[in-house]
């Protein structure tokens, strides 16, 4: 058998794990430990190959993590909106999806509730005027001992009442969007406007018109996209790599054509039962059309520290086999099995397989190549 079919059914042995020996049975094992991960080349399929040697190298690798996620918003950025007086919906053209700027009328309310509220409002204002009048009449006359402490007391204890009446109808009014400044006996009226507190959009409408609301009863939904953000699922091994500051490119789905920056803003630290983690990514520039729940890619890009490294070039992929040459002697090559790591700018890290190789041993440039040619040689004889 010639030595280029020799060599190509080595080299089978390795890839696609069958034997093939003509060798005595006894001396099987002791063939296939000297030459099973080794493979020869005449000095004229040398020359014509141009191979380049070098050495592993020891480099900071920058390299990208592809995650998933969604887009999400924090809880105080889904504003729910309920009347908490209750009342009847007058009107509302609130639809899901409409934009909303803050101090826009959302609806209009009313209720015969609205109406008496404003009158117990007034009607206390003025007991409490007349009883802040009369405590300071009982007041003065008491220090000119010309009245009874009893009647000083009973005038103080009156105005306290009132003016803590009038305070809490106060603030049920302000709840419910009435300016007591200018509340009077011409502006008392059964209908109150809801005004929007955010700039946003809507997200959900609860009710329609002429319904009863409850004070309990949400009317609509509301989302505050200021905060809105990635949250970006990771994986228990990527963790140590992800931190805040760290930079992502993010992808919709539904339109992965567009890129859009960011950056990484927090990393959960309690990992999850199927082992991951969220990190929340925020956009450089926020897409307009982004709505919770949206699913999204992304690239977070890190650095490694120091990393064990090859160009590209010098692995080779086999079945799921990652394979480097090494030169041995003038065409004379050992087959190494490595585990790879990360791969950036043209540099491929080596986890394991490539310990104690010769200096300047390692084919830098032609491993698909010269695994090409042993196959077609091979092949032909």
């Known amino acids: 058998m ?3 079919k020799n060599a190509w059914i080595v080299l089978s042995s390795i890839l696609f794990g069958g034997s093939c020996s003509d060798a005595p049975v006894q001396n099987e094992k002791d063939t296939v430990a000297s030459v099973v991960n ?7 399929q040398m020359a014509g190959l ?3 040697y070098g050495d592993v190298q020891q480099e900071r690798m920058r390299s990208i993590i592809k995650v998933f996620g969604k887009i999400d918003l924090p809880p105080q950025n889904i504003i729910s909106v309920n009347f908490p007086l209750g009342g009847f919906l007058k009107s509302t053209k609130l639809i899901p999806g409409m934009r909303i700027k803050k101090g826009e009328v959302l609806a209009i309310m009313e209720d015969q509730s609205i109406v008496q509220l404003q009158q117990d409002y007034l009607s206390n204002a003025i ?7 009369e405590y300071s009449r009982q007041k003065n006359l008491s220090a000119e001992n010309a009245g009874i402490v009893k009647s000083l007391q009973n005038a103080e204890s009156e105005m306290k009442v009132l003016s803590y009446s009038v305070k809490g109808l106060e603030e049920r009014l302000k709840l419910i969007g009435i300016n007591v400044d200018a509340l009077n006996e011409q502006t008392i009226s059964g209908r109150v406007e809801i005004k929007s507190t955010i700039n946003g959009y809507v997200s959900k409408v609860f009710v329609n018109t002429g319904k009863y609301v409850q004070p309990t ?6 989302i505050d ?8 699922t990771i994986f228990e091994k990527d963790l140590p790599y992800i931190r805040a500051g760290k930079e992502v490119e993010i992808r919709l789905i539904d339109d992965p ?3 859009y920056s960011g950056d990484v803003i927090l990393v959960d630290r309690e990992v999850g039962d199927d082992r991951t983690a969220t990190a929340h990514c925020h956009f450089d520039n926020r897409p307009a059309q982004l709505l919770p729940g949206m699913l999204v890619s992304a690239e977070i890009s890190v650095e490694n520290q120091s990393a064990t490294v090859l160009p590209e070039t010098a692995v080779v992929k086999s079945g799921n086999d990652q394979l480097v040459f090494v030169k041995k002697s003038e065409g004379l090559f050992e087959i190494k099995k490595v585990q790879t790591g990360v791969v950036s700018q043209g540099k491929i890290q080596i986890l394991s397989g490539l310990e104690d190789v010769p200096p300047a041993s390692i084919v830098y440039n032609k491993a698909y190549q010269l695994l090409g040619s042993f196959k077609n040689k091979g092949e032909d004889e």
């Open 50 to 52: 141009g191979i380049q």
């Open 257 to 259: 054509a567009k890129v």
């Open 225 to 232: 996209p200021e905060d809105i953000h990635a949250a970006l």
């Open 127 to 133: 007991r409490l005027h007349q009883a802040q009048q």
């Open 217 to 222: 009863e949400t009317l609509f939904e509301l």
């Open 2 to 4: 010639s030595m280029g």
């Open 38 to 44: 080794t493979i020869e080349l005449t000095t004229e």
